[in-house]
């Protein structure tokens, strides 16, 4: 696969600042490439500190005052503190998303208080957004959160969209035959023949991750399984590689046949970002 890794030095901050966005700015260039003239606005984090935060309860710390005071709940009821960490991150990547979302249409030029921006999950899991604002004319918004190992993300769009990050590891080579075909397994081989054990973990760690990314881009129609998402082409683009894949054995008639996926290597990770066409316009955001 020709992808280029990217890395960051990760620097600890005075937590009184607004988190920097560690998401790879040729990704997301590169991810605009591949889907056209789309909204594209991701959020990448470390995983924040549940619990305290430079030894101040989180109640009082200025990450507490980025949740909604429902989230804030949802928050406390966690037990454990990697599962707070999750929580905190993925709702901060959302929130700042959708802030460079808004800022970015003019609807909000200013930026929004996070507090004011609510993630809330429908039955199926999906995220979606409530704006406790008066905001007028907002346009048509869509969310999606994933999380692995040390970082959370998140990505806003106008197109129904998916996002994942998904940690390097050995045990994709154990679980191959859930999520990937010997077909195609074969098409991910003409991208690089080298048969080492990381690289054939590379290989895995970009189709699961692409994968999920449409499987929650899917999920406002219907929630796929991994094997009804066929991989069908993959192209070479100059920072992502593009994944087409089919999508078989649905029954809503207004899901997609086919979705694309942008995806590449972040230090250990494969990140992959999924649009799908839109068929509601009022979709994704109230």
């Not at 789309?38 to 430079?54: E, N, R």
């Not at 609510?118 to 979606?128: D, F, L, M, Q, S």
């Amino acid at each position: 696969m020709k992808l280029q890794a990217f890395s960051h030095t990760i620097k600890t901050q005075p937590m009184n600042k607004q988190p920097h966005n560690l998401f790879p700015e040729a990704v997301r260039i590169g991810a605009m490439e591949i889907f056209g003239k789309q909204s594209i606005h991701p959020f990448l984090l470390k995983l924040l500190p549940a619990g305290t935060v430079d030894e101040v309860p989180l109640s009082d710390s200025c990450l507490s005052k980025m949740l909604h005071d429902n989230e804030a709940i949802a928050l406390g009821g966690y037990r454990f503190a990697k599962r707070q960490s999750e929580y905190l991150t993925g709702r901060i990547c959302a929130k700042l998303a959708i802030q460079d979302f808004l800022s970015s249409t003019k609807t909000y030029p200013s930026p929004l208080n996070l507090a004011k921006i609510e993630i809330v999950n429908t039955p199926n899991g999906r995220p979606t957004i409530r704006i406790h604002s008066s905001i007028t004319g907002r346009p048509t918004m869509d969310i999606s959160i994933a999380h692995s190992g040390d970082y959370g993300v998140a990505l806003a769009s106008q197109a129904q969209c998916g996002i994942d990050i998904q940690r390097q590891e050995t045990t994709l080579l154990r679980v191959q035959k859930k999520y990937c075909s010997e077909d195609e397994y074969r098409l991910l081989e003409t991208f690089s023949t080298d048969k080492t054990e990381s690289n054939m973990t590379t290989r895995l760690n970009i189709l699961w991750a692409a994968k999920e990314a449409a499987k929650k881009a899917l999920s406002y129609w219907e929630m796929p399984g991994f094997l009804n998402l066929k991989l069908r082409e993959l192209r070479n683009f100059t920072n992502n590689i593009a994944l087409s894949l089919n999508i078989t054995h649905t029954t809503n008639n207004q899901m997609p046949k086919e979705v694309t996926v942008a995806a590449n290597i972040f230090d250990e990770y494969a990140l992959a970002i999924c649009l799908a066409k839109e068929v509601n316009k009022d979709a994704g955001i109230t």
